[in-house]
């Protein structure tokens, strides 16, 4: 009844769940607008020939991106009950005979409820913005990969969102975190610009936030097809460094991280993260 | 007794909000708690729902320590905080039924412990509007219903009709009253109205953290205010002579009878002994 409780309190605020998209449909609308041809271009200079498959690849690359950072911004939207029933209703709750544990598993599982619906809205209107720019439509193994990494970057976003705000007390501050949170989190999963033209100790901040690791599942799955495609005439060597410079893979001295590398680091993550949130809630 | 504070002690590190205070409550009594703002009143209640640890002393409520047994007494009380603590989002009938799943009822228990709540506090219609859409007065049955939603045994009214037109006021009042007497509820009330505390079974007045007086309402005023005698004589004269007790006042009227135009006898009021009590100390 509690989670029902959270998820109405989020739903039936038509502004916060406008909000949460919010990151996705400003990205969404610059790159339709500008972003995505001066990029494209950019590409295109760059690797020196033109192609039908570069708006697909590029479109691909930033949308992985955007869908991984619409799983930390819908857990914040979510999350923000918490903050507010500090303020006002926990009390209620505290002098009930309810657990503060079954209190905190309701805020934890309702706001990754919250999470999985939004970024699978995220993930639609990214996936379907690919394919209109001729990128291939996921086949089912695909399909069941994106669930498992929308399922594990939630899981991971929720859980570094959760740990914070169990030092939020007040709304302000939750509002003030949100906006720092919000706007760093997709420098620091390098959805804007490609990794590899960053200064090397920058990418280094990018390859250990966690984060960045559901960037790059994302991309394994919606954007390693479209690289493949453009550079099927090419040597491995250059598709190699593609991937690295876009952020499809990271490298950490001579180990390259696949997908279940990333998968196994957001998993440790959210586990880590939600073990100490019970810490600190329960103390 | 069904609460019984024995030489309670509350401290925030250097600040003593609540100073070894002593005070008992019958089982099934209206029972006031006086003081100005800050005196320790809320502190006192926080310690009492199990929401605060006391720094020293006993506590008893319902039979329970609230330190060793605090799940048994958020079995057996209510409140009604002084804030609402309600979600403006969702409608009272939702917001009862998320607080009862917080007593472990489900099901139909569930459903009939809201319609029982609802009825008690005569809502009708309103139950069904969003609890943010409605008027002060309804806002309270509805805090009041939750409150009464595990049919407490004791019910905690922390100021419950301050901001209330009178109107509503009196119609709030009625209503504790008739929960009181017809469910045999213990109720412990703080409040600034004097004319409220008039009612109750037994009033403590507490002020900067400690108990100035404990009584019944009559012995608070004979004890601790004196009743007026004003007297116009046919020639003019007024005479205005304080009196220790009412009865007092038969002499005086022999003594100029057949000379008086007119009597006025005023008494004492709580609002005279709460100002007396506390206009001691601050001297």
Redesign the interface.
């Known amino acids: 009844?509690?989670i029902?409780?959270n998820l109405?309190?989020f739903f039936?605020?038509k502004a916060a769940v406008f909000f949460s998209l919010l990151a996705v449909l400003i990205i969404l609308l610059l790159y339709v607008l500008f972003l995505g041809s001066t990029m494209e271009e950019a590409l295109s200079s760059q690797l020196g020939f033109e192609s039908d498959k570069i708006p697909a690849v590029m479109a691909s690359i930033v949308f992985s991106g955007l869908i991984a950072v619409a799983s930390i911004t819908s857990s914040m939207g979510a999350l923000q009950t918490t903050v507010t029933d500090k303020e006002?209703?926990y009390?209620?709750?505290?002098?009930?005979?309810?657990s503060s544990g079954k209190i905190t598993l309701s805020y934890i599982l309702s706001s990754t409820i919250i999470g999985l619906i939004m970024t699978f809205i995220s993930l639609i209107l990214c996936v379907a913005y690919i394919a209109f720019r001729g990128g291939n439509l996921p086949g089912f193994t695909d399909c069941l990969l994106l669930f498992l990494t929308t399922l594990l970057s939630v899981l991971c976003g929720n859980s570094i969102v959760f740990f914070i705000t169990a030092f939020i007390k007040s709304g302000g501050a939750f509002t003030a975190m949100s906006t720092v949170l919000g706007t760093m989190v997709g420098f620091l999963m390098g959805v804007y610009i490609p990794i590899g033209q960053l200064p090397s100790s920058v990418q280094w901040v990018i390859k250990c936030f966690p984060m960045s690791h559901a960037a790059a599942m994302f991309k394994q799955v919606l954007a390693d097809g479209e690289l493949s495609e453009l550079f099927a005439n090419a040597p491995p060597q250059v598709l190699g460094e593609l991937r690295e410079t876009f952020g499809v893979v990271f490298t950490y001295g001579n180990y390259t991280s696949g997908f279940w590398f990333s998968a196994l680091v957001l998993g440790s993550t959210a586990a880590l993260f939600y073990g100490a949130s019970i810490l600190v809630v329960r103390d | 007794m069904i609460i019984e504070v024995k030489d309670l002690r509350k401290s925030y590190g250097a600040v003593t909000a609540v100073n070894g205070i002593n005070f008992t409550v019958n089982e099934g009594d209206l029972f006031s708690f006086l003081g100005t703002n800050g005196a320790g009143k809320s502190t006192t209640i926080s310690v009492l729902?199990?929401?605060l640890p006391k720094t020293s002393g006993t506590v008893i409520v319902g039979g329970y320590e609230p330190e060793r047994e605090a799940?048994k007494i958020?079995?057996l009380?209510g409140?009604v905080?002084q804030?609402?603590?309600?979600?403006p989002?969702?409608t009272v009938r939702?917001n009862l039924?998320?607080?009862?799943?917080?007593?472990?009822l489900r099901g139909l228990k569930l459903k009939s412990a809201v319609e029982n709540a609802v009825k008690l506090t005569d809502m009708g219609d309103y139950a069904n509007r969003r609890f943010g859409k409605l008027s002060g007065g309804q806002r309270r049955r509805a805090d009041i219903a939750?409150a009464l939603i595990n049919m407490p045994k004791i019910l905690f009214l922390d100021e419950p009709t301050t901001g209330l037109d009178p109107k509503t006021r009196r119609d709030i009042w009625k209503l504790i009253r008739e929960l009181q007497r017809t469910n045999g509820m213990t109720v412990f009330l703080t409040t600034h109205y004097m004319e409220e505390a008039a009612e109750s079974d037994s009033i403590s007045v507490i002020y900067k953290g400690e108990i100035k007086a404990s009584g019944t309402p009559l012995e608070l005023k004979t004890q601790y205010c004196t009743d007026i005698l004003k007297l116009t004589l046919n020639s003019g004269e007024y005479i205005e002579q304080k009196l220790n007790k009412t009865i007092d006042a038969l002499p005086i009227i022999a003594k100029h009878e057949g000379d008086i135009a007119n009597i006025e006898i005023i008494n004492g009021t709580l609002d005279d002994v709460f100002l007396n009590l506390t206009k001691i100390e601050s001297e």
């Not at chain 1, 009390?91 to 309810?98: H, N």
């Not at chain 2, 039924?97 to 472990?104: C, D, F, M, N, Q």
Request: proline content about 2%; hydrophobic content about 40%; cysteine-free.
């Open positions: 009844m509690l029902k409780r109405l309190i039936r605020d006002r209703a009390k209620d709750f505290l002098t009930s005979p309810a | 729902t199990t929401l799940e958020r079995g009380i409140i905080f804030d609402s603590v309600l979600d989002i969702l939702e039924e998320v607080r009862g799943s917080l007593y472990g939750r």
